[in-house]
C-alpha cells in the first residue's frame, strides 16, 4: 500500500500579472504552502484569510536569486529519481502535473532546451540506470505519446490529420491490464537519441494555442509512457519484469473571460474543464474510499469513465501504480481562486490509497512456482527417507516437474535472446501499431516472397554497406544470404550497396531475373522491384530512402499514382511471361505456355476492374480539384525512374477533371498501359 505523494510548485509572477501589479499571496515554508486572502475579496473573517496546506514537497519557484529557489534540478532529484528505482524494482509509476492554465505545468514536465523538465530528465536517467546495470541484465524498451483533444484520443508519434476533424483512437479495458488504447504506436528505442527524437516529434504534434493567459497553452491532455522490460537469470531461473513508467502533462483549467477564448478555443477549453471537473470527483470519491470517511454501507462510485483522461489514468489513481501529484500555482492575487482549488484539490490527492504489485511475466511465474513445488518435494522425499508407499509417486513427480522447469527455462532463454539480438542491430527497430508488428528497417532490404502454403514466418534481409553473396548451403566460403530454392548456384549473385546504390551482379551461370526481364550483367536495383533467383526464389526489394522521395513525388493524385502502380505491375507480368516463353527449358518445371498466358490475362482483368472501380469511387465522392492535378509524360518517368509505362502524349497532356475521370479517358489509360 502506498499513499499518492502530493509536491506543490509556485511560479514566479509572469508579464500579465506583473502588468496588473499583482501582489504575491502565496509563501511557502519547508513543506506546507500558505496562501493569503487579498482584501479584494471578503466574506469570510480577518483570522480565517489565511489557509495553509502540508504536502510531502513544497517548492518555491519566485525567485532565482534566492537561496530557497527549486530548480529543474532538485525537482527530478526528489521526484524523479524516486520514479526510475520503483520502475527498475518492476512497478508501475505516474507522474501527472495539475493545475490552472499558465502555472507552469508544461516547463514542470518538459521544460526548455537549456533547462530540461522531469520527462527529458526522467528519460536521461533511464538510460543511465541501464548502462550501470549488470550485463547479465537484458532490457527492452517501448515508448508511446498521445494526447486528448476534445475528448478523442490522438497518436502524437504516427502522421495525422488535424485533430479537429474527429475520429480518434478508441479506448478499451482489459480484464487484467485494464484500460488500454486500441491500435496506439508504441516503438521500440535502443538509445537515448531514439527517445530524445520521439520527444521532439511528439511535441511538435501536440495542440496548442495561444490565449489571454498564455501565449503557448496547451489544448490537449498528454500522457508519455515508457514501458521497460528486465530479464535476468536468478540462480538459474528467469526473472522478468515489465513496469511501465507514465508521464502526463495535463491541460489548465480556465475562465472563459479571463483567457478571452471564443470559438474553436473556446470548445477546447470547456472540453478540458470537464475532464479536470471528472479528476477532481474520482480524486474525492478515491479519498473517501481510502481514508472509510462513510460510514454508511452504500458503495462509493467513482466515475473513471465519465471522461477519457480519468480512464486512462484509472490505475494511476487508486490502483497499481505508485503516484506522484506535482500541482502548480500562481503567487499572484488576482489567481486566488484558481490557486486555492489547486491547493484543496491536491490535499485531497493526498488521501488516497495505491496498491503497487510487482509486475511479473506470465511464463516466468509458472517456472518460479513449479521450481517452488520441486524444492517442496525434495524437502518431502528427504523427510520420508523413500519408506512410505507414495514416495515412489512423489519421485517422478519430481522428476516430471524438474524436466517441465528445464524445458521452459531453455525456451524462455532461447526467445528472449534471439529477440534481444536482432533488436540491437542498429538496421532493425520493431513498434507495436494497432494490432500489428511494424519492422522498420532504414537500409535497403529484400523481404521473402514464399509460396510455400506452410511458411508461417516473414523473411526479411537487410544489406548493409558492401558486398552480400547469395546461395545455396553447398557454397565453400560463408554466404551472407543462404537460400534453398531449386536452381540456386553455390555462388548465385551479389548484392553491391555503395552509397545508397544496390546493385545485382549475377554470378556465371546463375538465372537471375528484375521484374521479368533476365539479367545477365550488373543492374542496379530501385524501389519496389521484384528478383527472382533460380526456379523459386522470389524478393522484393525495399530502398527505404528511395521510397520516401518516391511518396513525396506521388503526391500529385491519387489517381495517377495507382494507374502507375497498375501499369507497372501488367509491365511486370508481360515481362515475366516473355521471359518464360524464350527459356521454356529452365522454366517447364514451374509453369507451361498456357499457364503464363491465363496469369497475364487475369492480371489485365483485375488491372481493368481497379481502373473501373476507382471511377466509379472517384465519380460518387467528388473533390475539390487541385492545380497539380495535372500529369506530363515527363512526371511519370521521373517517378518511377524508369520502372514504369509512360502514357502516350495524347493521354498525358489531358488534364485530370476533379478526380471523376471519364468513360473516355480510362478507355485511353487502358490502352496505353498495353
Same mark, same amino acid.
Given at each position: 500500500m502506498a499513499s499518492v505523494r502530493v509536491a506543490v510548485r509556485v511560479r514566479p509572477l509572469n508579464k500579465r500579472e506583473r502588468q496588473l501589479s499583482s501582489s504575491v499571496i502565496v509563501h511557502v515554508k519547508e513543506n506546507t504552502t500558505s496562501?493569503?486572502?487579498?482584501? &479584494?475579496?471578503?466574506g469570510e473573517k480577518l483570522k480565517d484569510r489565511v489557509k495553509i496546506f502540508s504536502y510531502e514537497f513544497s517548492y518555491d519557484s519566485t525567485d532565482r536569486r534566492s537561496p530557497a529557489f527549486a530548480s529543474q534540478e532538485r525537482i527530478f532529484h526528489d521526484l524523479g529519481s524516486d520514479v526510475l528505482k520503483a520502475a527498475f524494482e518492476g512497478l508501475n509509476t505516474c507522474v501527472f502535473a495539475y493545475g490552472q492554465t499558465g502555472s507552469g505545468k508544461s516547463y514542470t514536465m518538459m521544460g526548455h532546451a537549456d533547462d530540461k523538465g522531469l520527462i527529458p530528465r526522467i528519460c536521461e536517467g533511464l538510460f543511465s540506470e541501464i548502462r550501470s546495470k549488470n550485463k547479465a541484465v537484458s532490457?527492452?524498451?517501448e515508448v508511446s505519446y498521445l494526447e486528448i483533444y476534445n475528448e478523442r484520443v490522438q497518436d502524437l508519434l504516427t502522421k495525422r490529420t488535424a485533430p479537429t476533424d474527429g475520429?480518434? !483512437?478508441?479506448?478499451?479495458?482489459h480484464p487484467r491490464d485494464g484500460p488500454y488504447v486500441e491500435n496506439l504506436s508504441k516503438h521500440s528505442i535502443l538509445s537515448h537519441s531514439?527517445?530524445?527524437? !520521439?520527444?521532439?516529434?511528439?511535441?511538435?504534434?501536440?495542440?496548442t494555442a495561444s490565449t489571454g493567459m498564455n501565449n503557448v497553452s496547451s489544448r490537449s491532455h498528454a500522457i508519455f509512457t515508457i514501458s521497460i522490460t528486465q530479464a535476468w537469470l536468478d540462480a538459474e531461473l528467469p526473472r522478468e519484469t515489465l513496469s511501465k513508467i507514465h508521464l502526463v502533462d495535463l491541460a489548465g483549467s480556465e475562465r472563459a473571460n479571463a483567457t478571452c477564448t471564443t470559438g474553436t478555443r473556446l470548445k477546447e477549453g470547456a472540453n478540458i474543464n470537464k475532464s479536470l471537473v471528472t479528476l477532481g470527483s474520482v480524486i474525492s470519491a478515491l479519498a473517501d474510499l481510502s481514508g472509510g470517511a462513510t460510514t454508511k454501507k452504500k458503495q462509493i462510485f467513482i466515475p473513471f469513465r465519465d471522461s477519457v483522461l480519468t480512464w486512462l489514468l484509472k490505475d494511476s489513481l487508486g490502483g497499481n &501504480? $505508485?503516484?506522484?501529484?506535482?500541482?502548480t500555482v500562481s503567487p499572484a492575487d488576482v489567481n486566488y481562486i484558481e490557486t486555492l482549488s489547486t491547493l484543496r484539490y491536491a490535499s485531497r490527492a493526498r488521501n488516497i490509497v495505491n496498491s503497487p504489485t510487482v509486475n511479473e511475466d506470465g511464463s516466468v511465474k509458472v517456472i518460479r512456482e513449479l521450481q517452488a513445488e520441486v524444492t517442496r518435494l525434495r524437502r518431502l522425499l528427504e523427510v520420508s527417507n523413500g519408506e512410505l508407499p507414495s514416495s515412489v509417486d512423489v519421485a517422478d513427480e519430481l522428476h516430471q516437474n524438474e524436466e517441465k522447469v528445464l524445458a521452459l527455462t531453455k525456451k524462455w532463454t532461447s526467445e528472449w535472446g534471439e529477440t534481444q539480438s536482432i533488436l540491437q542491430e542498429e538496421a532493425v527497430a520493431l513498434r507495436k501499431e494497432g494490432s500489428g508488428v511494424v519492422l522498420d528497417c532504414q537500409l535497403p532490404h529484400l523481404i521473402g516472397i514464399d509460396d510455400d502454403l506452410l511458411s508461417t514466418g516473414i523473411i526479411l534481409y537487410y544489406l548493409k554497406e558492401g558486398r552480400t553473396m547469395i546461395g545455396s548451403d553447398e557454397a565453400s566460403c560463408s554466404q551472407g544470404i543462404v537460400l534453398h530454392w531449386p536452381g540456386l548456384l553455390a555462388e548465385h549473385c551479389v548484392l553491391e550497396s555503395r552509397a545508397g546504390t544496390v546493385t545485382l551482379i549475377p554470378q556465371d551461370g546463375a538465372l537471375c531475373s528484375v521484374n521479368g526481364s533476365v539479367v545477365t550483367e550488373p543492374c542496379q536495383l530501385t524501389q519496389g522491384v521484384i528478383i527472382q533467383l533460380g526456379r523459386g526464389? $522470389? !524478393?522484393?526489394?525495399?530502398?527505404p530512402t528511395e521510397a520516401a522521395h518516391l511518396k513525396e513525388k506521388c503526391q500529385s493524385g491519387l489517381l495517377s499514382a495507382v494507374i502507375l502502380s497498375l501499369t507497372d505491375m501488367t509491365k511486370s507480368a508481360e515481362n515475366l511471361s516473355e521471359v518464360m516463353l524464350q527459356t521454356p527449358g529452365k522454366m517447364e518445371e514451374k509453369l507451361n505456355q498456357q499457364e503464363v498466358e491465363q496469369q497475364v490475362q487475369e492480371s489485365?482483368?483485375?488491372?481493368?476492374?481497379d481502373i473501373k472501380r476507382l471511377s466509379e469511387e472517384n465519380c460518387g465522392a467528388p473533390h475539390q480539384p487541385r492545380a497539380e492535378e495535372k500529369t506530363t509524360g515527363a512526371e511519370i518517368k521521373e517517378t518511377v525512374c524508369g520502372q514504369m509505362d509512360v502514357p502516350s502524349t495524347e493521354t498525358a497532356e489531358s488534364e485530370v477533371p476533379s &478526380?471523376?475521370?471519364?468513360?473516355?479517358?480510362?478507355?485511353? !489509360?487502358m490502352t496505353t498501359s498495353h
Open positions: 496562501i493569503h486572502k487579498p482584501s &479584494s475579496v471578503g532490457f527492452c524498451t475520429g480518434g !483512437l478508441r479506448v478499451r479495458e531514439d527517445l530524445e527524437d !520521439l520527444i521532439f516529434l511528439g511535441n511538435a504534434n501536440r495542440t &501504480s $505508485v503516484t506522484t501529484m506535482i500541482a526464389t $522470389v !524478393l522484393r526489394f525495399n530502398h489485365q482483368n483485375r488491372r481493368n476492374r &478526380s471523376c475521370p471519364t468513360s473516355a479517358t480510362v478507355e485511353k !489509360l
